[in-house]
């Protein structure tokens, strides 16, 4: 006999267990699993295609995309590391119906939001931008992209004439992954000519700025690729050659003549001659380990190298005949040694108007 607490337990779970298959649709019970209400997700929303973010021309017509580009200053150029730095301001302006609104005022959008030839300055190393990615879109759909950057540039030299060189530095904007058939680019004139310059003062102290000009230039990555759409602006610099001449040419001369001392000397000072001769050679490497932080490392001879190359043997040949003119007095052949310091005294100075000749002259 079962208690009554029992059965009012059991009489509870029959309860339960009915109202349970009640909820139970026919449907859910021959699939085994719960039924749940068809509702549109937002993916499949999102994939409808949206027009502000179509490239608003037809099809194989190219989009005009106005350029300007102004390089407000050039803090430095770094001949050792190929590069330099700059401060630029670019403006990018194209039109999209798409876009056209009832105003009055521009409309800012996010550049994420519409179509956009996607600008990147190709030679950048590092850059930091000045403006959030933004847009402002007028009433008649024109569409104005605006952005400040600072950063370090690639810039491969033509350092064979160093430090009589002049250079062109270039800031190189192209669409990424837009060939020329997708965007042309065109400069920016607003009714007074080409926006693109530089400007009226730069930070460079050891450049002088002779001439700038902007238009458009493709990007080819390699011979024989199509072309992708690109718009720069190149700077003529030509560098200022007082500072090599007062840092590096005039102490380098200072040191060869002193290898030259022991020439002026009595021979038979020979402790001094040596000492004079290796102080001249030891003065002259240590010189240059100071100095090479300033020069370019290229694989091949600048002028300026080619100065410091030959300076080198000078005072090493110095060096050279002072060891000569003590074994010929060893030797007791001090006339012998006398006639070849004469000759020396005018040798010396021909080799190095030679040498400052064929450095920088030739």
Same mark, same amino acid.
């Given at each position: 006999m079962l208690t009554?607490?029992?059965?009012?337990?059991?009489i509870g779970i029959f309860l339960q267990a009915t109202a349970t298959a009640q909820e139970i649709s026919p449907a859910d019970a021959s699939s085994g699993s719960p039924s749940?209400? $068809?509702?549109?997700?937002?993916?499949?929303a999102d994939k409808t295609p949206k027009p502000e973010l179509e490239r608003p021309t037809a099809w194989g017509e190219p989009t005009e995309v106005e350029v300007s580009i102004l390089v407000l200053d050039v803090d430095e150029v770094n001949s050792a590391e190929q590069s330099f730095a700059a401060s630029v301001y670019y403006q990018a302006r194209w039109r999209s119906p798409f876009l056209v609104h009832e105003g009055p005022g521009p409309l800012h959008l996010g550049l994420t939001e519409v179509w956009s030839p996607r600008l990147t300055i190709l030679n950048q190393q590092q850059a930091w931008n000045a403006y959030p990615g933004s847009v402002e879109i007028s009433p008649n759909g024109e569409i104005l992209y605006r952005q400040k950057v600072w950063g370090r540039f690639s810039q491969p030299l033509d350092l064979r004439d160093f430090p009589f060189d002049s250079q062109t530095l270039t800031v190189h904007i192209v669409a990424a992954d837009l060939l020329e058939s997708d965007v042309k680019m065109v400069p920016l004139d607003?009714?007074?000519?080409?926006?693109?310059?530089?400007?009226?003062?730069?930070?460079?102290?050891?450049?002088?700025?002779?001439?700038?000009?902007?238009?458009?230039?493709?990007?080819?990555?390699?011979?024989?690729?199509?072309? $992708?759409?690109?718009?720069?602006?190149?700077?003529?610099?030509?560098r200022y050659i007082s500072y090599y001449f007062w840092k590096i040419i005039v102490p380098l001369c200072l040191i060869v003549i002193m290898s030259w001392l022991p020439r002026w000397t009595d021979p038979e000072q020979?402790?001094?001659?040596?000492?004079?001769? $290796?102080?001249?050679? *030891?003065? *002259?490497?240590?010189? &240059?380990f100071?100095?090479?932080?300033? *020069?370019?490392?290229?694989?091949? *001879?600048?002028?300026?190298?080619?100065?410091? &190359?030959?300076s080198t043997l000078m005072v090493f040949g110095s060096m050279l005949q002072t060891v000569a003119s003590t074994v010929l007095i060893n030797r007791k052949k001090k006339a012998l040694d006398e006639q070849v310091n004469r000759w020396s005294r005018v040798v010396y100075p021909a080799i190095l108007v030679l040498v400052l000749f064929i450095s920088f002259v030739v």
């Amino acid at each position: 006999m079962l208690t009554r607490a029992t059965q009012w337990l059991l009489i509870g779970i029959f309860l339960q267990a009915t109202a349970t298959a009640q909820e139970i649709s026919p449907a859910d019970a021959s699939s085994g699993s719960p039924s749940s209400p $068809t509702v549109q997700s937002d993916e499949t929303a999102d994939k409808t295609p949206k027009p502000e973010l179509e490239r608003p021309t037809a099809w194989g017509e190219p989009t005009e995309v106005e350029v300007s580009i102004l390089v407000l200053d050039v803090d430095e150029v770094n001949s050792a590391e190929q590069s330099f730095a700059a401060s630029v301001y670019y403006q990018a302006r194209w039109r999209s119906p798409f876009l056209v609104h009832e105003g009055p005022g521009p409309l800012h959008l996010g550049l994420t939001e519409v179509w956009s030839p996607r600008l990147t300055i190709l030679n950048q190393q590092q850059a930091w931008n000045a403006y959030p990615g933004s847009v402002e879109i007028s009433p008649n759909g024109e569409i104005l992209y605006r952005q400040k950057v600072w950063g370090r540039f690639s810039q491969p030299l033509d350092l064979r004439d160093f430090p009589f060189d002049s250079q062109t530095l270039t800031v190189h904007i192209v669409a990424a992954d837009l060939l020329e058939s997708d965007v042309k680019m065109v400069p920016l004139d607003r009714g007074h000519g080409n926006e693109s310059g530089i400007g009226p003062q730069f930070s460079l102290p050891d450049f002088e700025v002779l001439s700038s000009q902007a238009g458009a230039m493709p990007y080819v990555p390699v011979e024989g690729a199509p072309d $992708t759409a690109g718009f720069a602006i190149q700077i003529e610099v030509h560098r200022y050659i007082s500072y090599y001449f007062w840092k590096i040419i005039v102490p380098l001369c200072l040191i060869v003549i002193m290898s030259w001392l022991p020439r002026w000397t009595d021979p038979e000072q020979m402790g001094i001659n040596i000492g004079v001769s $290796t102080t001249a050679f *030891l003065t *002259l490497v240590a010189y &240059l380990f100071a100095i090479n932080s300033l *020069l370019p490392r290229v694989p091949y *001879l600048t002028r300026i190298d080619r100065f410091i &190359l030959l300076s080198t043997l000078m005072v090493f040949g110095s060096m050279l005949q002072t060891v000569a003119s003590t074994v010929l007095i060893n030797r007791k052949k001090k006339a012998l040694d006398e006639q070849v310091n004469r000759w020396s005294r005018v040798v010396y100075p021909a080799i190095l108007v030679l040498v400052l000749f064929i450095s920088f002259v030739v």
